[in-house]
Protein backbone atom coordinates (compact mmCIF):
# COMPACT_ATOMS: atom_id res chain seq x y z
CA UNK A 1 0.00 0.00 0.00
CA UNK A 2 1.35 3.62 -1.07
CA UNK A 3 1.48 5.83 2.02
CA UNK A 4 3.81 8.59 1.29
CA UNK A 5 4.65 10.73 -2.45
CA UNK A 6 7.23 13.00 -2.82
CA UNK A 7 6.82 15.29 -5.76
CA UNK A 8 7.95 18.41 -7.28
CA UNK A 9 5.28 21.07 -8.34
CA UNK A 10 6.38 23.89 -10.87
CA UNK A 11 6.35 27.44 -11.57
CA UNK A 12 4.80 29.29 -14.55
CA UNK A 13 5.93 31.93 -16.72
CA UNK A 14 3.17 33.91 -18.61
CA UNK A 15 5.02 34.83 -22.09
CA UNK A 16 1.96 36.56 -23.43
CA UNK A 17 -0.86 38.05 -21.34
CA UNK A 18 -3.63 39.43 -22.68
CA UNK A 19 -6.68 40.75 -20.43
CA UNK A 20 -9.66 40.67 -22.73
CA UNK A 21 -12.56 42.17 -20.86
CA UNK A 22 -13.88 42.14 -17.10
CA UNK A 23 -16.80 39.72 -16.43
CA UNK A 24 -19.62 39.97 -14.57
CA UNK A 25 -18.46 37.76 -11.43
CA UNK A 26 -15.53 40.17 -11.04
CA UNK A 27 -13.04 38.03 -12.80
CA UNK A 28 -11.23 38.98 -16.02
CA UNK A 29 -11.40 37.26 -19.14
CA UNK A 30 -7.97 36.61 -20.22
CA UNK A 31 -5.82 34.81 -23.05
CA UNK A 32 -2.32 33.33 -22.03
CA UNK A 33 0.63 31.93 -23.09
CA UNK A 34 2.14 29.90 -19.85
CA UNK A 35 5.02 28.40 -19.90
CA UNK A 36 6.30 25.67 -17.34
CA UNK A 37 9.52 26.22 -15.88
CA UNK A 38 11.91 23.81 -13.57
CA UNK A 39 12.05 26.10 -10.18
CA UNK A 40 9.74 24.03 -8.12
CA UNK A 41 8.78 23.22 -4.55
CA UNK A 42 8.84 20.10 -3.44
CA UNK A 43 5.76 18.28 -1.76
CA UNK A 44 5.73 15.26 0.47
CA UNK A 45 2.51 13.57 1.55
CA UNK A 46 2.50 11.22 4.33
CA UNK A 47 -1.16 9.51 5.13
CA UNK A 48 -1.72 9.40 8.90
CA UNK A 49 -3.71 6.73 10.78
CA UNK A 50 -5.10 9.83 13.01
CA UNK A 51 -8.07 11.26 11.23
CA UNK A 52 -6.35 15.26 10.59
CA UNK A 53 -4.93 17.18 8.11
CA UNK A 54 -1.73 19.17 9.01
CA UNK A 55 0.14 21.38 6.64
CA UNK A 56 4.27 22.10 7.81
CA UNK A 57 5.95 24.49 5.90
CA UNK A 58 10.07 24.51 5.93
CA UNK A 59 11.26 28.03 5.62
CA UNK A 60 8.27 30.15 4.82
CA UNK A 61 5.91 32.76 6.46
CA UNK A 62 2.69 31.01 4.54
CA UNK A 63 -0.91 29.65 6.20
CA UNK A 64 -0.88 26.48 7.00
CA UNK A 65 -4.60 26.81 7.48
CA UNK A 66 -7.58 26.84 4.22
CA UNK A 67 -5.88 30.14 2.94
CA UNK A 68 -3.27 27.78 1.86
CA UNK A 69 -4.50 25.79 -1.45
CA UNK A 70 -2.82 22.45 -0.53
CA UNK A 71 -5.46 22.13 2.87
CA UNK A 72 -8.40 24.05 0.88
CA UNK A 73 -7.97 20.84 -2.07
CA UNK A 74 -7.55 18.25 0.99
CA UNK A 75 -10.25 19.61 3.34
CA UNK A 76 -12.28 19.70 0.27
CA UNK A 77 -11.70 16.28 -1.31
CA UNK A 78 -11.63 14.89 2.33
CA UNK A 79 -15.47 15.88 3.08
CA UNK A 80 -16.64 14.51 -0.30
CA UNK A 81 -15.14 11.47 -0.46
CA UNK A 82 -15.70 10.59 3.06
CA UNK A 83 -12.19 10.25 4.17
CA UNK A 84 -10.95 8.85 7.51
CA UNK A 85 -7.64 9.29 6.96
CA UNK A 86 -5.19 11.88 7.83
CA UNK A 87 -2.63 13.08 5.50
CA UNK A 88 0.49 15.35 6.49
CA UNK A 89 1.58 17.74 3.52
CA UNK A 90 4.99 18.74 3.95
CA UNK A 91 5.74 22.03 1.78
CA UNK A 92 10.17 22.61 0.67
CA UNK A 93 9.29 25.61 -0.61
CA UNK A 94 11.47 27.36 -3.59
CA UNK A 95 9.38 29.33 -5.17
CA UNK A 96 9.15 32.80 -4.37
CA UNK A 97 5.61 33.34 -2.75
CA UNK A 98 2.69 35.88 -4.21
CA UNK A 99 5.13 36.86 -7.20
CA UNK A 100 3.44 35.95 -10.13
CA UNK A 101 4.70 32.22 -11.17
CA UNK A 102 1.68 30.93 -9.33
CA UNK A 103 3.69 28.76 -6.56
CA UNK A 104 0.40 28.16 -4.37
CA UNK A 105 -1.58 27.42 -7.98
CA UNK A 106 0.64 24.63 -8.36
CA UNK A 107 1.07 23.36 -5.38
CA UNK A 108 -2.78 22.97 -5.00
CA UNK A 109 -2.82 21.07 -8.17
CA UNK A 110 -0.01 18.70 -6.91
CA UNK A 111 -1.83 17.62 -3.84
CA UNK A 112 -5.32 17.00 -5.84
CA UNK A 113 -2.83 14.84 -8.07
CA UNK A 114 -1.62 13.33 -4.89
CA UNK A 115 -4.41 12.33 -3.16
CA UNK A 116 -6.22 11.29 -5.80
CA UNK A 117 -3.73 8.77 -5.99
CA UNK A 118 -2.74 7.96 -2.34
CA UNK A 119 -6.76 8.08 -1.39
CA UNK A 120 -7.91 6.07 -4.59
CA UNK A 121 -10.16 8.03 -5.39
CA UNK A 122 -10.15 7.34 -8.89
CA UNK A 123 -10.92 10.97 -10.72
CA UNK A 124 -10.66 11.46 -14.15
CA UNK A 125 -9.07 14.22 -15.78
CA UNK A 126 -12.68 15.56 -16.35
CA UNK A 127 -13.10 15.82 -12.19
CA UNK A 128 -9.47 16.95 -11.86
CA UNK A 129 -10.02 19.95 -13.66
CA UNK A 130 -13.68 20.87 -12.60
CA UNK A 131 -11.49 21.19 -9.06
CA UNK A 132 -8.61 22.71 -10.61
CA UNK A 133 -11.18 25.34 -11.61
CA UNK A 134 -12.55 25.90 -8.42
CA UNK A 135 -9.23 26.14 -6.47
CA UNK A 136 -8.00 28.99 -8.39
CA UNK A 137 -7.55 30.58 -11.93
CA UNK A 138 -3.89 29.26 -12.53
CA UNK A 139 -4.35 25.54 -11.26
CA UNK A 140 -5.46 23.76 -14.20
CA UNK A 141 -2.70 24.36 -16.22
CA UNK A 142 -0.59 22.33 -14.03
CA UNK A 143 -3.13 19.38 -14.26
CA UNK A 144 -1.83 19.01 -18.15
CA UNK A 145 1.58 17.57 -18.30
CA UNK A 146 2.64 20.05 -20.57
CA UNK A 147 5.56 22.65 -20.58
CA UNK A 148 3.46 25.45 -22.62
CA UNK A 149 -0.33 25.90 -23.16
CA UNK A 150 -2.89 28.57 -23.85
CA UNK A 151 -4.87 29.47 -21.12
CA UNK A 152 -8.26 31.12 -21.56
CA UNK A 153 -11.42 31.89 -19.63
CA UNK A 154 -10.29 33.06 -15.88
CA UNK A 155 -7.13 31.27 -17.26
CA UNK A 156 -8.64 27.78 -16.07
CA UNK A 157 -9.43 26.59 -19.80
CA UNK A 158 -6.28 24.70 -21.30
CA UNK A 159 -5.00 23.99 -24.80
CA UNK A 160 -1.62 22.30 -24.38
CA UNK A 161 0.93 23.48 -26.38
CA UNK A 162 2.59 19.68 -27.06
CA UNK A 163 6.34 21.17 -28.26
CA UNK A 164 10.07 20.30 -27.31
CA UNK A 165 11.08 24.18 -27.26
CA UNK A 166 13.50 24.63 -24.55
CA UNK A 167 13.30 28.43 -23.23
CA UNK A 168 16.49 29.59 -21.32
CA UNK A 169 15.97 32.64 -18.79
CA UNK A 170 17.10 34.61 -15.94
CA UNK A 171 13.69 35.05 -13.32
CA UNK A 172 14.17 37.97 -11.05
CA UNK A 173 11.47 38.58 -7.97
CA UNK A 174 12.11 41.68 -6.29
CA UNK A 175 10.95 40.83 -2.20
CA UNK A 176 8.28 42.50 -2.43
CA UNK A 177 4.80 41.00 -2.48
CA UNK A 178 2.06 41.73 -4.77
CA UNK A 179 -1.54 40.97 -4.76
CA UNK A 180 -3.26 39.53 -7.83
CA UNK A 181 -6.49 40.72 -6.88
CA UNK A 182 -4.50 44.44 -6.52
CA UNK A 183 -2.82 44.00 -10.11
CA UNK A 184 -6.00 43.47 -11.48
CA UNK A 185 -7.69 46.20 -9.56
CA UNK A 186 -5.40 48.83 -11.01
CA UNK A 187 -5.83 47.51 -14.47
CA UNK A 188 -6.93 50.10 -16.76
CA UNK A 189 -8.63 47.66 -19.47
CA UNK A 190 -8.06 48.94 -23.33
CA UNK A 191 -10.33 47.31 -25.60
CA UNK A 192 -9.78 48.90 -29.39
CA UNK A 193 -7.17 47.98 -31.48
CA UNK A 194 -5.74 45.28 -29.15
CA UNK A 195 -3.20 42.45 -30.54
CA UNK A 196 -3.75 38.82 -30.17
CA UNK A 197 -0.62 38.78 -28.15
CA UNK A 198 -1.00 34.84 -28.02
CA UNK A 199 -1.22 33.88 -31.31
CA UNK A 200 1.56 36.84 -32.44
CA UNK A 201 3.91 34.24 -30.15
CA UNK A 202 2.92 31.10 -31.40
CA UNK A 203 4.33 30.41 -34.84
CA UNK A 204 7.61 31.90 -33.11
CA UNK A 205 7.06 29.17 -30.60
CA UNK A 206 6.77 26.36 -32.76
CA UNK A 207 9.57 27.68 -34.83
CA UNK A 208 12.09 27.99 -31.56
CA UNK A 209 12.52 31.63 -32.61
CA UNK A 210 13.85 33.04 -29.66
CA UNK A 211 14.78 36.46 -30.87
CA UNK A 212 11.07 36.78 -32.58
CA UNK A 213 10.14 35.42 -28.99
CA UNK A 214 11.71 37.88 -27.22
CA UNK A 215 10.40 40.71 -29.45
CA UNK A 216 7.27 39.93 -28.84
CA UNK A 217 6.45 39.08 -25.44
CA UNK A 218 3.53 41.13 -23.56
CA UNK A 219 1.70 41.00 -20.49
CA UNK A 220 -1.13 43.46 -20.37
CA UNK A 221 -1.01 43.78 -16.07
CA UNK A 222 2.38 45.83 -16.81
CA UNK A 223 0.96 49.21 -16.48
CA UNK A 224 -0.91 48.33 -13.50
CA UNK A 225 2.61 46.46 -12.06
CA UNK A 226 4.22 49.45 -12.63
CA UNK A 227 1.57 52.13 -11.24
CA UNK A 228 1.95 50.04 -7.84
CA UNK A 229 6.05 50.12 -8.25
CA UNK A 230 7.47 52.47 -11.07
CA UNK A 231 11.14 51.51 -10.07
CA UNK A 232 10.53 47.82 -12.06
CA UNK A 233 10.69 49.66 -14.75
CA UNK A 234 14.88 50.47 -14.21
CA UNK A 235 15.02 46.74 -13.64
CA UNK A 236 13.54 45.46 -16.78
CA UNK A 237 16.60 47.66 -18.35
CA UNK A 238 19.18 46.20 -16.31
CA UNK A 239 18.06 42.96 -17.42
CA UNK A 240 18.25 43.99 -20.98
CA UNK A 241 21.71 45.86 -20.65
CA UNK A 242 22.94 42.63 -19.21
CA UNK A 243 22.79 41.63 -22.66
CA UNK A 244 18.83 39.76 -22.17
CA UNK A 245 17.37 39.31 -25.65
CA UNK A 246 13.76 40.18 -23.59
CA UNK A 247 11.93 40.67 -20.55
CA UNK A 248 8.91 40.78 -19.23
CA UNK A 249 6.51 40.41 -16.00
CA UNK A 250 5.27 37.26 -15.02
CA UNK A 251 1.49 36.85 -13.77
CA UNK A 252 0.40 39.72 -11.88
CA UNK A 253 3.93 40.30 -11.27
CA UNK A 254 6.79 41.38 -9.55
CA UNK A 255 8.82 38.57 -11.06
CA UNK A 256 10.40 39.64 -14.25
CA UNK A 257 11.87 37.31 -16.59
CA UNK A 258 14.76 37.16 -19.30
CA UNK A 259 14.92 35.36 -22.64
CA UNK A 260 18.40 34.42 -23.31
CA UNK A 261 19.86 32.31 -25.99
CA UNK A 262 20.95 29.45 -23.98
CA UNK A 263 21.73 28.34 -20.33
CA UNK A 264 25.49 29.95 -20.92
CA UNK A 265 24.25 33.58 -22.48
CA UNK A 266 21.31 33.20 -18.96
CA UNK A 267 24.35 32.24 -16.44
CA UNK A 268 25.94 35.27 -18.58
CA UNK A 269 23.19 37.78 -17.56
CA UNK A 270 22.73 36.48 -14.08
CA UNK A 271 26.77 37.13 -13.18
CA UNK A 272 26.27 40.60 -15.18
CA UNK A 273 23.24 41.58 -12.86
CA UNK A 274 22.73 43.85 -9.91
CA UNK A 275 23.71 41.65 -6.94
CA UNK A 276 21.44 43.76 -4.63
CA UNK A 277 18.74 41.34 -5.70
CA UNK A 278 18.81 38.42 -3.66
CA UNK A 279 16.32 36.01 -5.95
CA UNK A 280 17.91 35.91 -9.19
CA UNK A 281 17.40 32.59 -10.90
CA UNK A 282 18.92 30.86 -14.24
CA UNK A 283 15.76 28.85 -15.03
CA UNK A 284 14.29 26.69 -18.40
CA UNK A 285 11.41 24.98 -19.78
CA UNK A 286 10.08 22.15 -17.90
O1 LIG B 1 -8.31 32.68 -9.16
P1 LIG B 1 -7.36 33.32 -8.22
O2 LIG B 1 -7.73 33.07 -6.78
O3 LIG B 1 -5.94 33.00 -8.51
O4 LIG B 1 -7.49 34.89 -8.46
C1 LIG B 1 -7.04 35.85 -7.55
C2 LIG B 1 -7.66 37.21 -7.88
O5 LIG B 1 -7.12 37.69 -9.11
C3 LIG B 1 -9.16 37.20 -8.10
O6 LIG B 1 -9.85 37.39 -6.89
C4 LIG B 1 -9.37 38.37 -9.06
O7 LIG B 1 -9.41 39.58 -8.37
C5 LIG B 1 -8.10 38.36 -9.88
N1 LIG B 1 -8.26 37.66 -11.17
C6 LIG B 1 -9.01 38.24 -12.17
N2 LIG B 1 -9.17 37.58 -13.36
C7 LIG B 1 -8.59 36.40 -13.58
C8 LIG B 1 -7.81 35.79 -12.57
C9 LIG B 1 -7.67 36.45 -11.38
O8 LIG B 1 -9.56 39.34 -12.01
N3 LIG B 1 -8.74 35.79 -14.75
Known sequence: MLTTLKLPAY????????VLAKRPDGFHELSTLFERINLADTIELKLLSKDDIQCVVGQSVLPVDE?????????RLKADFKIRQGVRIILHKHIPIAAGLAGGSSNGATVLMGLNQLWHLGLSQQQL?????????????????TPFAIGRGRGEQIT?????TVLYHVLVTPRVSMLTKEVFARLKLKLTNKNDNVNILLPFLRQGDIKGLSEHLSNDLEGAILS???DFLSLKKKLLS???LGVC???????????A??????QAIKNKFDRRYSQVFVVKTQ
Not at 129 to 145: C, E, K, M, P, R
Not at 261 to 266: D, F, I, M, R, V
Open 11 to 18: AKLNLALD
Open 67 to 75: RNLVVKIAK
Open 129 to 145: LAYAAWLGSDVAFFIYN
Open 160 to 164: PVKLQ
Open 228 to 230: LRP
Open 242 to 244: AGA
Open 249 to 259: FSGSGPSVYAM
Open 261 to 266: ESLSHA
